[in-house]
């Protein structure tokens, strides 16, 4: 039987996207892209999501890119810009839930660093949550079964009992991984509908 809902939040509860930033500085949108597919990458980001401190990845990627270093450096001070705000969809999905009585838990990969904006986004509905576990405050990341299981035991809980709604495939496949019930977070009237499935 479920007892408990596991959200991700990137995608799924928070609009977070590096260009809601860059647009405004970059008056090209094809050099934008160019820097966020080859200098800051979201590959790159990980290494935040991991628990590196920004002033030394930026410190790092300014040597590289010496041409970028002010845009570079811009991805620390300005970051709060590339939040969007909350996903009306996933709010709802979340708020039914725990009306209906579910335990509500986060996992997400965000940077130690920067979670307290994700938590002012979140506003009155941080409490909602009965646990939430921080991939740059464990410096360890999804898709890996580390975190995973840090937030069972952490909370004490059962993985087949649990099941975890993230954007990404490959997040969804490291939780089926360790035993927890995965549905990728794409079209929110197929999410409901293999949720309710699984809620039976």
């Known amino acids: 039987m479920i007892k408990n809902i596991i959200f991700d939040f990137g995608g799924v509860l928070l609009d977070w996207?590096?260009?809601y930033l860059y647009k405004d500085y970059f008056k090209d949108g094809r050099e934008m892209r160019h820097f966020l597919d080859n200098v800051c990458t979201?590959?790159?980001?990980?290494?935040?999501?991991?628990?590196?401190?920004?002033?030394d990845w930026v410190k790092k990627y300014q040597a590289m890119y010496p041409e970028y270093s002010e845009a570079i450096a811009l991805y620390h001070t300005g970051w709060p810009k590339m939040l969007g705000g909350l996903l009306p969809d996933g709010v709802a999905?979340?708020?039914?839930?725990?009306?209906a009585g579910y335990g509500i838990y986060g996992l997400t990969n965000w940077s130690a660093e920067t979670i307290c904006y994700a938590y002012e986004a979140f506003g009155d509905m941080k409490r909602l949550f009965d646990g939430i576990v921080v991939s740059g405050e464990?410096?360890?990341?999804?898709?890996?079964?580390?975190?995973?299981?840090?937030?069972?035991?952490?909370?004490?809980?059962?993985?087949e009992e649990c099941v975890f709604l993230d954007d990404s495939r490959k997040n969804v496949d490291?939780?089926?991984?360790?035993?927890?019930?995965g549905i990728l977070y794409d079209d929110i009237t197929r999410v409901r509908s293999e949720l309710s499935g699984l809620l039976k």
């Open 138 to 159: 464990e410096k360890t990341l999804k898709p890996g079964p580390e975190i995973y299981r840090i937030l069972l035991d952490r909370y004490s809980l059962r993985s």
């Open 174 to 181: 490291g939780a089926i991984a360790v035993g927890i019930n």
């Open 17 to 19: 996207n590096p260009e």
């Open 93 to 99: 999905l979340l708020r039914d839930m725990k009306a």
């Open 42 to 55: 979201l590959e790159r980001n990980s290494e935040l999501d991991c628990g590196v401190p920004f002033v």
